[in-house]
């Protein structure tokens, strides 16, 4: 089992709803992370968190809007998405962020995000 | 150049042989290697990481570095179907930016 923990495992929403993405993590990790990954491709990065404040943000769409509460909880807000959205989404955490240069990342088992 | 090239395969291996997976990368300076199995539809597991020049072994995976030529290389001994998934290579730069680099991932299939 995994330690970062994901809600909801599957979540399918029309183009016009608001949802969440929850991911918690009880390792005292200090960086926290959202991917995209579609089929046959690799994890796509879209924000890290680095002590609960957004340090990058991949040029994401702003119908994805993220949120740290605290340093074990990370939200994705999901607004007026398209049917290109769908995807698995992947919470990741480490114990150090990469800038710290050695921890790798630990992911959750994923939401599998269907948007019609 | 891509930051981290791997040969998307699908890379075919008998049962019980060795199973060759390598990664190579373009920053020079990067610093921190992992090695990740991802079974489809599941999400990437860590299974290796390495920091030095050198192997470094783990069960039937050994993991191997060779920075100067700027490629990390992960072999799995006595090869099982249940290794069948995609692995994929993941760098950290020495730019100390938050990011991990991932390849594309190479596809592994274990021939029973």
């Known amino acids: 089992d995994t330690e970062v923990t994901q809600t909801p495992k599957h979540l399918v929403m029309g183009m016009t709803n608001k949802k969440s993405l929850k991911c918690e993590q009880h390792?005292?990790?200090?960086?926290m992370y959202w991917y995209k990954q579609k089929a046959k491709k690799p994890p796509e990065l879209m924000f890290v968190?680095?002590?609960?404040?957004?340090?990058i943000n991949e040029s994401v769409p702003s119908r994805f809007s993220p949120e740290c509460p605290n340093s074990s909880l990370l939200n994705l807000h999901l607004h007026a998405l398209q049917p290109e959205d769908s995807a698995l989404y992947l919470c990741?955490?480490?114990?150090?962020?990469?800038?710290?240069?050695?921890?790798?990342?630990?992911f959750g088992n994923g939401t599998r995000l269907t948007v019609t | 150049q891509k930051e981290v090239e791997q040969n998307s395969g699908p890379l075919s291996v008998p049962e019980g042989a060795i199973a060759s997976l390598n990664c190579t990368y373009s920053?020079?300076?990067?610093?921190?290697f992992f090695w990740y199995r991802q079974y489809s539809g599941k999400s990437p597991e860590l299974i290796m990481s390495?920091?030095?020049?050198g192997d470094k072994e783990d069960g039937r995976f050994t993991a191997q570095l060779n920075k100067a030529s700027q490629y990390v290389s992960l072999l799995i001994r006595d090869s099982q179907p249940s290794d069948s998934a995609t692995y994929l290579c993941?760098?950290?730069?020495?730019?100390?930016?938050?990011?991990?680099?991932f390849g594309k991932g190479t596809r592994l299939h274990i021939l029973p």
């Open positions: 993941a760098v950290i730069r020495m730019n100390r930016d938050d990011k991990i680099i």
């Open positions: 390495i920091y030095s020049n």
């Open positions: 990741a955490s480490s114990q150090d962020t990469p800038g710290q240069g050695w921890s790798p990342l630990h």
């Open positions: 390792m005292g990790h200090r960086a």
């Open positions: 968190y680095s002590y609960e404040k957004l340090s």
């Open positions: 920053d020079r300076g990067s610093q921190s």
